[in-house]
């Protein structure tokens, strides 16, 4: 079963514009992650979140943490052509296996 | 070091075949994780072997599914009998305890 779900399910923006993606989970957390997958390809980790964190910044990315709401953001700065890519969130659990949402497919338009 | 390897990258075969799947994950990563994805949703977690030792599996891996990893360095998938329902990306994951999780480009299967 899926521990998170990604809103929106797909996001359509202008290169230049900023992409924001939220994602809600279930239980308790001691981080939760954030991947990008390009179609048809492999994930690829972008930032992890430890559950004592509300914010984290990595290059054009901000992602947020509120575990009293159990939930946290993705925010992709000035996006480009290249971002176009599904993103998912993912939180641990034991031995460190990850439990995926069911992403967020964006696409950045030129 | 390439990153994890996985072979092949894509697979055809028809129904009540067996096929298997190989990763190699990041040399010195000790933990290696199968996961199963199909269209529109996230990876689902298979099963974890650390070193050699299978260590947990998912319900969703049935009889028909086994996974080795009998050095502690490569793995691999084995689905027998497949059936239709088995279509769908098998993704590789390697870490070691203080890292992220790194994941092979995956191999498609599709069961025709």
């Known amino acids: 079963s899926q521990q998170g779900e990604e809103d929106p399910q797909a996001l359509s923006i202008q290169e230049g514009e900023n992409a924001t993606m939220n994602c809600s989970y279930k239980?308790?957390?001691?981080?939760l992650q954030w991947y990008r997958q390009n179609s048809g390809r492999g994930l690829v980790h972008l930032i992890l979140?430890?559950?004592?964190?509300r914010e984290k910044h990595s290059g054009r990315l901000r992602v947020t943490l509120d575990t009293s709401k159990k939930s946290s953001s993705l925010l992709i700065t000035a996006s480009r052509a290249a971002d176009t890519a599904s993103y998912f969130c993912?939180?641990?659990?034991?031995?460190?296996?990850?439990?995926f949402g069911a992403g967020t497919q964006v696409v950045v338009t030129p | 070091d390439t990153g994890v390897s996985q072979n092949p990258r894509h697979k055809i075969t028809k129904r009540g075949q067996n096929v298997t799947f190989r990763c190699d994950p990041i040399?010195?990563?000790?933990?290696l994780y199968w996961y199963r994805q199909t269209l529109g949703q996230g990876p689902e977690f298979l099963t974890y072997?650390?070193?050699?030792?299978?260590?947990?599996k998912s319900r969703l891996l049935s009889d028909r599914f086994s996974a080795e990893r009998p050095k502690g360095s490569f793995s691999t998938l084995e689905i027998q009998r497949t059936e239709q329902g088995d279509s769908a990306m098998y993704l590789c994951?390697?870490?070691?305890?203080?890292?992220?999780?790194?994941f092979g480009q995956g191999t498609r299967l599709t069961v025709v």
């Open positions: 040399s010195e990563h000790n933990r």
């Open positions: 979140i430890r559950s004592n964190e």
């Open positions: 993912a939180t641990g659990g034991s031995w460190g296996k990850l439990q």
């Open positions: 239980t308790s957390i001691n981080n």
């Open positions: 072997f650390q070193n050699e030792a299978q260590l947990e």
């Open positions: 994951a390697s870490r070691d305890m203080n890292t992220e999780a790194f």
